[in-house]
Structures are given as C-alpha cells and as structure tokens.
C-alpha cells in the first residue's frame, strides 16, 4: 500500500485555470512537503506545513492533519508552472521523507 | 540562497566501475540524505546521515553503497561496483534538524551506467 498518493497523476489545463492537486497519506507525520521538479530533474522545496495553510505567490498549500490530507492550489495557472508537483512525507519521528508518484501539470498556452 | 551542490551534474561509467557522487550541502544544517529517481518512477529514499554516521538506510541501500562526509563540507555517495540498475538520477539533500524543518534538494547527478 502506498503510503502518499497523489490525485491526479496527470493534469492539463489552460493557461489562467485554478489547478488543485490532492495528497492523501496513511502514515503520522509532523510535516508535509510540496515539491516541484521540472523536466530538467531538479527538485525545489515549495512549501513545508504542519497545519493550516501557506500561501506564496500564486500557490497556496493546504493540510488536514485530521484528515491526512492536504491540497496545492495553483491560482492563475501559467505555462512556466507546468512541472511535476510531489507530495512528501516524513512517517512518525523519521527523518527520511516518503515521496508520492508526483502529479504532471501542464498548462497550455 | 543558500544551496545545496552535486558534481557531477551528469556521470557515464561502464558496469562494474566504482563511482563518488558529490554534494557540499548548506554549512548549517546537521541532516544529510541521499535520494534517488530512477527513470519515470518516483523518488526513493536511500541513506540519511547525522552526527559523523548512518541514522537509517533503505533496503536499496546495501552493501555497495557507502556515504562519507570527509572533510565536513563535502558528502558522498559510493557505489563499489555499479550495476545498470544503478542508472538514475542522484538527489542529495540537507536539513535542519528533523523533517519538521525544511529540506533543500541539490540538483542532482544524473548516473548512466553502460
């Protein structure tokens, strides 16, 4: 059983839509990561919660502890934002992270 | 912003060689990792370091893999006698204490072995 999984896997749009892309994870954690890797492979931290929701820029990233779930929300979607978003966890006390499947955004011109 | 360094960025190596990845991660922080992505799958877990020593590994991680921090800046992966299956993309990553704490990803080193 996947401990993180992301919905959905793969995600067109137009430029200027509001994306949403969902995490749900299994395990306890003390902290959710939200990654984005673009095609050249690196990764870049965006957000790290523990509760409630952060906002930066055009994103805003969303958890439910109670719910083990958390969303990423992409408002004015451009085509620079097209990437593969990850959700990570760290499980109980472990200092290593799971990392989901990611979802591939791609947002048309 | 402070980063996270890999070198190389890109690695070719026949079978059987034995290959050191490198990363010099953020001069504060006490946790250091190593991830890896093989091509079109996820992300995996493979060693965390802290404190000069292993603090878990992944089963992947066996004993052709080995990490050092030699000098206290640098951090490296070695892989003894590499195999195809090792061809992937290499992530070293360092934090704060705990995974409450934000990590930083290197850029990574993308490993072919041929």
């Known amino acids: 059983k996947n401990e993180v999984e992301q919905s959905p896997q793969n995600l067109t749009a137009q430029e200027g839509e509001f994306i949403t892309i969902n995490c749900s994870y299994s395990?306890?954690?003390?902290?959710l990561h939200w990654l984005q890797q673009h095609p050249g492979g690196g990764i870049v931290s965006l957000f790290m919660?523990?509760?409630g929701k952060k906002k930066h820029g055009r994103l805003i990233a969303t958890i439910n502890i109670q719910e083990k779930h958390s969303s990423l929300h992409i408002t004015a979607s451009h085509p620079r934002d097209s990437a593969v978003y990850i959700c990570?966890?760290?499980?109980?006390?472990?200092?290593?992270?799971?990392f989901g499947k990611g979802t591939r955004l791609h947002i048309l011109p | 912003e402070p980063e996270v360094t890999q070198t190389p960025s890109h690695q070719v190596t026949q079978m059987g060689q034995e290959v050191i990845l490198r990363c010099v991660p953020i001069?504060?922080?006490?946790?250091f990792y190593w991830y890896r992505q093989i091509l079109g799958q996820k992300v995996e877990f493979l060693v965390s370091?802290?404190?000069?020593?292993?603090?878990?590994k992944s089963e992947i991680f066996d004993d052709q893999f080995s990490v050092e921090r030699p000098d206290g800046s640098n951090f490296t992966l070695k892989i003894r006698s590499t195999k195809l299956e090792d061809s992937a993309m290499y992530f070293c990553?360092?934090?704060?204490?705990?995974?409450?704490?934000?990590?930083?990803f290197g850029s990574g080193t993308r490993l072919t072995v041929v």
């Open positions: 001069s504060n922080h006490l946790y």
């Open positions: 990553a360092s934090s704060e204490p705990g995974p409450s704490y934000g990590y930083t």
């Open positions: 370091f802290y404190n000069n020593e292993i603090s878990e």
């Open positions: 919660l523990s509760s």
């Open positions: 990570a966890v760290p499980p109980n006390r472990d200092d290593k992270i799971i």
């Open positions: 395990v306890g954690i003390s902290a």
